[in-house]
C-alpha cells in the first residue's frame, strides 16, 4: 500500500525566515506529485507539480520553489518567508498524467509571523 | 468569474436527512474528483469521475460533461459526514480546477 508523509506537521516562522517543506511516498514508483496551497477557509491552488525526478513545473508564482530530488521525494522552500505564505499545503500524488484519483498527504500548517 | 462553482456555500442537515451537493463548470472538464476535508484539515478522495455515476454507500455522484456539471447526493446524513466538500475538474492538463467548497454541518 502506498503511503504518503509530510513533514512537519506545523511550522511558525518568522517574515523573512527560509522554509523548507518535504513530502515522501512510499510503495509507489515514479508518482505524479503535486503541491496545493490553501488559505485558512479557502479553496486549494495548485503550485507546482512533477512528474519525474528532477522536473518540477511551476502552476502558481508565490515566490516560492520545489525540488524533487529523488523519486519519491518532493521538496517546497523558500528563501524568504512573506506574511502571505500562511496557510496550509498539501502535498498529493496520483498515477498518471490524466487526472486520477488523487490522494493527499496530512498537510503542513505555516503561520508566518 | 469561478472556473468552478459550488453550491452552496454552506449548508445544515439535520441526522438522517438527504441533501445533493452542485459543482458548475466554466472550464471544459472531462474528469470530475469530489473530496471530504475533516476538521483537522485531511482530505479524504470520495470519487473520481467520468462522465456518469457512481455509488459508494450512502454517497452518490453524477458528472455530465455536455452540461458541465456534477453533484454529490449524501443519503441519511451522519455527524462524521460534516465537513467542507471540495469538487475538483479535470482537464487535458494535470491541473485539477477546485471550487470553494461546501461546508456541511450535520446536527443531532
Known amino acids: 500500500a502506498q503511503t504518503i508523509h509530510q513533514w512537519p506537521v506545523a511550522e511558525i516562522k518568522a517574515v523573512g525566515s527560509p522554509l523548507s517543506l518535504g513530502c515522501t511516498i512510499k510503495?509507489?514508483?515514479?508518482?505524479?506529485l503535486y503541491w496545493y496551497w490553501q488559505a485558512t477557509g479557502g479553496t486549494l491552488q495548485q503550485l507546482f507539480y512533477?512528474?519525474?525526478?528532477?522536473?518540477v513545473e511551476s502552476v502558481v508564482q508565490l515566490n516560492l520553489s520545489a525540488s524533487r530530488p529523488k523519486d519519491d521525494q518532493f521538496i517546497l522552500s523558500t528563501e524568504k518567508l512573506l506574511l502571505s505564505h500562511s496557510g496550509f499545503y498539501l502535498c498529493?500524488?496520483?498515477?498518471?498524467?490524466?487526472?486520477?484519483?488523487?490522494?493527499f498527504g496530512s498537510g503542513t500548517r505555516l503561520t508566518v509571523l | 468569474g469561478d472556473k468552478v462553482k459550488q453550491s452552496p456555500s454552506a449548508l445544515s442537515l439535520q441526522e438522517g436527512t438527504n441533501s445533493a451537493l452542485r459543482c458548475n463548470f466554466s472550464?471544459?472538464?472531462?474528469?470530475v474528483q469530489w473530496f471530504l476535508q475533516n476538521p483537522r484539515g485531511s482530505l479524504i478522495n470520495l470519487f473520481y469521475l467520468v462522465p456518469g455515476t457512481k455509488e459508494n454507500g450512502r454517497l452518490k455522484s453524477a458528472f455530465d460533461s455536455k452540461e458541465s456539471y456534477s453533484t454529490l447526493h449524501i443519503r441519511d446524513a451522519q455527524l462524521e459526514d460534516s465537513g467542507t466538500y471540495f469538487c475538483a475538474a479535470g482537464g487535458s492538463n494535470a491541473k485539477l480546477t477546485f471550487g470553494k467548497g461546501t461546508k456541511l454541518s450535520v446536527k443531532s
Open positions: 512533477s512528474i519525474t525526478v528532477g522536473q
Open positions: 498529493a500524488w496520483h498515477r498518471g498524467i490524466s487526472a486520477e484519483t488523487l490522494y
Open positions: 472550464i471544459a472538464a472531462t474528469t
Open positions: 510503495g509507489k514508483s515514479s508518482p505524479n
